[in-house]
């Protein structure tokens, strides 16, 4: 028999329990509990743009096909045909008329629904194909982040992103007057559990320690942009339902705001001398002030971080083994010299050769291997715990180095595993 675990005493206001990242039983709950419940990020629309065009993802542990059918409309259909079982789809990203199961043929339109099943003698009065379609998720959109659902009684996503929303607005203006478009991605697999990542994208203390070899690898300027240690503008808040944004380069958070002091990087002056045959200095200096991205990083419970210029996407696999996604982000129609300068960068610090990645997937690795010893130690979650106070909305703010994302996390973490809302 199966007992349900105390969650109160799992995750504390200031710390939680080393078996949140080792008990096969609280993974089996979480995904129920959360990843079944909530809204889950899949898709960026600059990935479906045409009539026909298919993404695969998964919603927790479940394999899910993005799709743009004929009205333009976008699906969130599960991977299974409504047969036999088989997946329909094995290919990461395409453009087709539908799907049709490779084990009998039975074959599906965009949008679900089941078109043709081969040989139907001894399906009458058996079988009515308007039954019968694709399995769909509750679908929504906001500033072209595409999220799914299993939960048909879900609240709207704009309720659940909250006071996200306004730093989602933010995030967008990288594009400098063009839309955001998905470039590229490098995915791999790190040996810990999902939360471990979860947990990374605001902690700021890291940033420094982990990241030292890249900080040495770049252009002073690059460097001192993101000396943000002591700088007292580097907050971190709470934005509610588990997200939270950590606030890096202050100058940039809004990159509509520009006092005109801000030196642009010696390193982008072949960029300014080409762009300035076309467009005028303003126009200029707002496309390069932006190829660093936002300012700061966004955290969307449970599984997609907006991480200054790029997406990154987690997707638990195991209790103990977690896939990555970091998406690269580029200028939809912009200038093509820019978006291979925004690659270079990406792969500077994200790409497999980078430094960024593999430093950080190494830190995760051992995070999951030190828990294993000492299993009653607790993790904790209470940097910057005592000068944390509410801004003029109300969030929760503190150091961009203080651990106040964790703790929204956790929060969030503990009231949908309590009660699954």
Same mark, same amino acid.
């Given at each position: 028999?199966?007992?349900?675990?105390?969650?109160?005493?799992?995750?504390?206001?200031?710390?939680?329990?080393?078996?949140? /990242?080792?008990?096969?039983?609280?993974?089996?709950?979480?995904?129920?509990?959360?990843?079944?419940?909530?809204?889950?990020?899949?898709?960026?629309?600059?990935?479906?743009?045409?009539?026909?065009?298919?993404?695969?993802?998964?919603?927790?542990?479940?394999?899910?096909?993005?799709?743009?059918?004929?009205?333009?409309?976008?699906?969130?259909?599960?991977?299974?045909?409504r047969h036999r079982g088989a997946s329909l789809c094995e290919v990461p990203k395409g453009n087709g008329n539908g799907f049709t199961c490779p084990y009998h043929a039975w074959s599906y339109a965009l949008d679900g629904k089941?078109?043709?099943?081969?040989?139907?003698?001894?399906?009458?009065?058996?079988?009515?194909?308007?039954?019968?379609?694709?399995?769909?998720?509750?679908?929504?959109?906001?500033?072209?982040?595409?999220?799914?659902?299993?939960?048909?009684?879900?609240?709207?996503?704009?309720?659940?992103?909250?006071?996200?929303?306004?730093?989602?607005?933010?995030?967008?203006?990288?594009?400098?007057? /063009?839309?955001?478009?998905?470039?590229?991605?490098?995915?791999?697999?790190?040996?810990?559990?999902?939360?471990?990542?979860?947990?990374?994208?605001?902690?700021?203390?890291?940033?420094?320690?982990?990241?030292?070899?890249?900080?040495?690898?770049?252009?002073?300027?690059?460097?001192?942009?993101?000396?943000?240690?002591?700088?007292?503008?580097?907050?971190?808040?709470?934005?509610?339902?588990?997200?939270?944004?950590?606030?890096?380069?202050?100058?940039?958070?809004?990159?509509?705001?520009?006092?005109?002091?801000?030196?642009?990087?010696?390193?982008?002056?072949?960029?300014?001398?080409?762009?300035?045959?076309?467009?005028?200095?303003?126009?200029?200096?707002?496309?390069?002030?932006?190829?660093?991205?936002?300012?700061?990083?966004l955290n969307l419970f449970p599984n997609v971080a907006m991480s200054m210029s790029f997406f990154r996407v987690l997707r638990p696999v195991s209790v103990t083994e977690t896939e990555i996604r970091h998406v690269a982000l580029g200028l939809d129609g912009g200038p093509e010299i820019v978006n291979r300068e925004r690659l270079r960068i990406h792969e500077h610090f994200q790409g497999p050769f980078?430094?960024?990645?593999?430093?950080?997937?190494?830190?995760?690795?051992?995070?999951?291997?030190?828990?294993?010893?000492?299993?009653?130690?607790?993790?904790?979650?209470?940097?910057?715990?005592?000068?944390?106070?509410?801004?003029?909305?109300?969030?929760?703010?503190?150091?961009?180095?203080?651990?106040?994302?964790?703790?929204?996390?956790?929060?969030?973490?503990?009231?949908?595993?309590?009660?699954?809302?």
């Open positions: 028999m199966t007992t349900t675990p105390d969650i109160d005493s799992l995750a504390q206001d200031d710390r939680v329990s080393s078996a949140l /990242y080792t008990d096969p039983a609280l993974f089996d709950l979480e995904m129920d509990r959360i990843f079944h419940q909530t809204w889950v990020w899949v898709a960026h629309e600059s990935e479906l743009p045409k009539a026909g065009d298919f993404r695969t993802a998964y919603v927790g542990r479940q394999p899910v096909i993005v799709t743009r059918d004929r009205r333009g409309g976008i699906n969130v259909l599960v991977n299974r045909c089941l078109r043709g099943i081969p040989y139907p003698d001894g399906y009458e009065d058996v079988l009515e194909k308007k039954d019968l379609g694709l399995q769909r998720l509750k679908v929504g959109v906001y500033a072209g982040m595409v999220f799914a659902s299993f939960n048909e009684d879900i609240e709207p996503l704009e309720d659940f992103l909250g006071g996200a929303r306004l730093w989602i607005d933010r995030f967008m203006k990288q594009g400098a007057g /063009y839309p955001i478009k998905v470039q590229g991605e490098h995915r791999f697999r790190f040996r810990g559990n999902w939360k471990i990542q979860l947990e990374n994208t605001t902690d700021g203390y890291h940033f420094p320690i982990v990241h030292r070899s890249w900080m040495a690898s770049v252009d002073a300027e690059t460097a001192n942009m993101l000396s943000f240690m002591t700088d007292e503008k580097a907050v971190t808040h709470a934005l509610g339902n588990g997200h939270s944004v950590a606030v890096m380069v202050p100058e940039h958070v809004d990159l509509d705001e520009d006092d005109g002091t801000e030196q642009l990087q010696a390193r982008f002056g072949h960029i300014i001398e080409e762009l300035s045959h076309e467009f005028d200095p303003d126009r200029v200096r707002r496309i390069v002030r932006s190829l660093h991205g936002a300012g700061f990083n980078g430094f960024g990645s593999p430093d950080d997937s190494e830190a995760w690795d051992r995070v999951q291997r030190g828990v294993t010893g000492g299993p009653s130690t607790p993790i904790l979650v209470n940097r910057g715990l005592a000068r944390e106070k509410p801004n003029d909305l109300g969030q929760p703010t503190s150091h961009t180095t203080d651990e106040t994302g964790m703790r929204q996390a956790y929060a969030m973490w503990k009231r949908m595993m309590t009660d699954g809302k």
